[in-house]
Structure formats: C-alpha cells, structure tokens
C-alpha cells in the first residue's frame, strides 16, 4: 500500500478492510467507505466511533478508492526511472551540442549572476513533460458544451512547438470541462440574456466596486448568491481563484492556525500560504486526524509561547477535483463546533452539482448553512460563466468589502457575465417559471450513476464518490498517460489527463466530468472508446468483483423503465 493510497484511507467503515487504517498485508484490495450500506459492507465494525459518525448522516455516503496494484506500481516506478536515465542522457548529449537545446538558459555574460533558470527544476519539465505536452493546450473553436470542435495541430520538434493545420475536428465529445448543468451554451435563454445586458452595459466595467465600478446588476447578483446560498450575505469576485487566495489572507494572520486538508486546491494553499498563518495539514477527509489537530492545537498553543491561537480555521473541498471524492461535512461541523474552530468550506465543484436544489455539499447532506462560517464557491463551473463568491454572516461581508485585496483592487466582474449567472442560477432555482433547473439537476445524477457503474463493470479503477460528476480513471504508468489522450481523441472523445505533479507520481489518472448536456447516447460513445483504449493500453486493473450478466440485464431494465 502506498502512502498516497494510505492518505487517502478513511477513517470509520470501509469494505474489505480493516476499520483502524491498519495497512493489511495483501495488495491490491478495494477501499469502499460505506455508511448505511450493509449490503456492501457485510462486515461492520460495531464500535462507538462508528455509530457517532453514522448518526450525523441522513442518506447512505459511498466512496471507492481501490488499492494500486503491487506490479502496476512497481512498473510505474520502473518507467518514471527509465525515463529519468534518458532525461540525464540527453541533458549530456545536449551539453555537448549533440542533440539541439530547446532549453530557456542564461546568456555566457551572465553565468556569475544568480541562475534566472534553475536547470534541476526544469529537469522533469524539459525531459518527461514534454514527451506528452500535446495532450494539453488544445485550442477549441466552439463552445465548450456536450460537443465542441478542436483544431489540429502538428508538431515536428517533438512538442516543442506547434503549428496548426487548419482542419478542424467537429463534434468531439466533450468529457473534460466543468459544465456540469450544461450551460456554457451560446443559445437559449442564458445567452440571450447576456447578449442583452451586453448591448446595455457593455463588455467593461473599467474600475473597481469601490469606484465607479459597482453596477445595479452586482447587487442583484449577490441578494442572489444570498438567497440560494441561504446565508445573511454574500459577495461577488471576477477571478475563482483570487477569491481563495486573496481572501483567506484578509480572515487569518499571524498567530492565527490553518488546518488544510491534504488534497486542497492551489487557490486554497496559496491563500493560506499569503496569510502567514500557521499552518498544519491533515489526512484527506480523515477525521481522526483533524480531530488529533485540533485537540493538540487547543492542548499546546502556539509553540515556543503556547499562548492560545486567536483563530483556528478549517479548510475543506464540498468536491475534491482530482479525487472525485466528496467531503465528509457533517463530521467536520461537528468537530468544529466541538473544538470552537471556523469553517471555510470551498464549494468550486459541488455548487450547483450535488443536492436536490443544486445548493452544493450543505444541501446535499441536508444540513444548515449557518454552521458553515464561510461558504466559497465559484460560478466557472454549473453556472457556466466566471468568477467566485463568499457567503456568510452579514459582519463577514462587510468586513471583506473593506480588507480584501480582491474586493479592493481588482476590476469588477463583467457585466454579461453577472447576467449569465443570474439567469442560470434563476434557473436552477425554479424563479424562471419553468422546471428546466430541476430537469437538468436529476439528468446530471442519473448521468454521473450510469457512467460511473459502466465503468466500473468495464474493470477500471475508478476513484471518488458514488454521487460525484468527477470521476477519475487510473492510468498509473507515464507512458500510458500521453498514450490515452491521443488514442481517445483519434476516437473523437475530448478527455483530460493527469500526471505528477498535479498528483502523487504513481497515481496518474484521467478526469472525465459528467454534464447534464451529455445524451446517453453520447455517453454510450464515450464509454465504448474508453472501453477499446482500455483493452489496448491494458488498463483495466480493478479487482473487485464485476457484476454478472444477468444482474448487468437487469439493472439495465430498471433505468430503462425509470426512463
């Protein structure tokens, strides 16, 4: 068991496993963190612990993170090493003029400055990364819906550079953006809205909300944001990410403690980074190991001092995007309130995609938004458009509008795009009159259900939660990383992969996002091209149990009577 896969194990139930993290002796088992799923988890350690934790949840919580395999692993390694033998050979061979420099490198004038150019840094980049460059970058021509067209590009210096063809590839299927209700559309009622508010404001707002930049339309936004969220308040940010990484340093400080989940976005490391807190990590969605910080912070102190800290601050994912995995929320309120900490909850990928109001993680566990004490989000994804928001007690928002850099110094948000996510957001809401909101809610889940269970009776590894449109697809090996890109788009499938450093260096992986504007049919197509690259790339590892035909059949038959 590797100790990325060991992080990853969760603390309480899990199937085919020992409940204390224990590492057990045979590679290769299925991690399944069940609560109220006796069926899958026959063997239920009745302890104390246990029923405290499933006492919080009011609907069953599943989440698979199935072990890498002992030889896959061993391979992988094996690769990433031959491939780091080549990468010192030709370093040598390009040092003596063998082999031509592609290499940014200081001029021979300025050898005895500081290295602008730190050349062991750049070593991965220069040696493995550019291998499988082309898998990233593409250059779309069309909205990036269901369906989008990708324009060809060749390279003749092995990916050091590109040139386009000209020819287009029409009507790949997306799998790769975040357009989980599907609204990045250039049609229908969102569309025409923004065009609309577009002839009347115009693109700019050219100044900031503190001068002439604060529109009639970024009030209307934030009541809005408000009433969705159910919070006091809420506050409006042209960047996701800025809303992360300049606010989190405007709410912590100096002898203020962060503890950050493990797998926590840049946005949220670098925020926590920029606040000069202290800072201390915990295990991914390990509430043993939140809990012994927590315990040790209010025991010790702060160190050398051991003065009590003025503000402990939780930072937690609704949806983890590399892991698919959904946080264990009621668990971390309880903690909080237990311990006297806050709670900055990131919803970038759960808002709009889980709960039956679309309102993120909090409506999904059907908890109160008020034990929440930040509530982030961002409007780049469900809502198809830009920018973030914080939601929360009224004192919080005044207290932003005036301490953060964000709120201060940057441009206010564009005016069709505050109108795209009115209009959509409306629409999730039910306030356009028509169901269309909730439609695209239920066809989201139904669509993430279904690929996901045809994945995983393909026999692929498969990480995340049995409710999360993020659902990542283990690759492992580096060679196979490049290779599944360029074999899926010779298929006319848009996917995105990802390697170290993105994620730990034997844990590659694909990341499909399920939208609501996907047909069955579409992902029928998508799922026999991953299931033909599979078969040819060898990546079907899993070893759990595939479910037979006749139970395959008739699963089939009742979606198909759902339908």
């Known amino acids: 068991m590797t100790e990325s896969s060991a992080s990853k194990l969760l603390n309480g139930e899990t199937c085919l496993r020992t409940s204390n993290g224990k590492k057990h002796g045979r590679n290769g088992f299925v991690k399944n963190h069940c609560l109220f799923q006796q069926r899958k988890c026959h063997r239920l350690k009745e302890n104390h612990d246990v029923g ?132 990045a559309e250039n049609s229908g009622t969102c569309a025409d809205a923004a065009a609309e508010a577009t002839v009347k404001y115009g693109v700019g707002v050219s100044g900031t909300r503190h001068e002439l930049g604060n529109l009639d339309k970024h009030e209307e936004l ?24 300049m606010n989190i340093p405007a709410l912590t400080g100096k002898g203020c403690l962060i503890l950050s989940d493990e797998l926590n976005h840049a946005s949220l490391v670098l925020g926590a980074r920029l606040s000069g807190s202290t800072i201390r ?31 402990i601050l939780i930072l937690v994912e ?109 629409c999730i809401m039910g306030e356009d009159g028509t169901t269309l909101g909730q439609e695209r809610l239920r066809q989201l889940s139904e669509n993430t259900t279904y690929f996901r269970r045809r994945l995983q009776e393909m026999g692929f590894i498969i990480y995340g939660n049995s409710d999360s449109p993020v659902v990542p697809l283990m690759l492992y090996m580096p060679a196979k990383i490049g290779a599944f890109g360029r074999e899926m788009l010779k298929r006319n499938i848009g996917t995105v992969v990802v390697g170290f450093p993105a994620t730990p260096i034997i844990e590659s992986r694909a990341r499909f996002c399920v939208s609501a504007a996907h047909t069955r049919e579409m992902l029928d197509t998508a799922l026999n091209a991953i299931s033909e690259v599979g078969d040819l790339l060898q990546l079907k590892y899993s070893r759990q149990t595939r479910p037979s035909k006749e139970e395959t059949d008739h699963f089939s038959y009742l979606e198909s009577l759902q339908d």
């Open 318 to 426: 609704g949806i983890y995007s590399m892991e698919g995995s959904v946080v264990r929320l009621p668990e971390v309120i309880a903690l909080k309130k237990k311990y006297k900490a806050y709670l900055y909850l990131d919803e970038a990928h759960s808002i709009g995609a889980l709960g039956p109001g679309g309102r993120g993680v909090v409506d999904y566990f059907g908890l109160d938004p008020r034990d929440v004490d930040i509530m982030m989000g961002t409007f780049t994804k469900s809502f198809g458009a830009a920018g973030g928001y914080i939601g929360g007690k009224k004192e919080l928002i005044d207290y932003l509008r005036t301490h953060s850099h964000s709120a201060i110094y940057a441009t206010s948000m564009s005016p069709p795009v505050i109108q795209q996510i009115i209009t959509s957001m409306k």
């Open 52 to 183: 405290h934790s499933a006492a919080l949840y009011n609907k069953p919580f599943g989440e698979s993170f199935e072990e890498t395999p002992l030889l896959v692993a061993v391979l992988t390694y094996m690769g990433y090493g031959i491939l780091t033998l080549f990468g010192y050979l030709r370093d040598f061979l390009r040092d003596w003029s063998f082999e031509k420099c592609h290499v940014a490198k200081e001029r021979d004038e300025q050898k005895d400055f500081v290295p602008l150019y730190q050349d062991f840094e750049n070593f991965y980049t220069r040696n493995l990364y550019m291998r499988i460059r082309d898998n990233w970058n593409r250059p779309i021509c069309s909205v990036p819906g269901a369906k989008m067209d990708v324009m060809e590009r060749v390279t003749h210096d092995y990916n050091w550079t590109f040139k386009h063809t000209g020819t287009v590839l029409k009507d790949v299927i997306n799998m790769g953006s975040y357009n989980y209700l599907g609204f």
């Open 281 to 311: 990590v915990f295990k991914h969605n390990n509430m043993q190991s939140l809990e012994k910080l927590l315990r040790d912070a209010i025991v010790h102190g702060q160190p050398r001092t051991h003065r009590p800290w003025k503000k």
């Open 222 to 245: 934030e009541k809005l944001v408000a009433r969705f969220l159910g919070v006091e308040s809420s506050m409006a940010f042209g960047m996701g990410f800025a809303t992360n990484s």
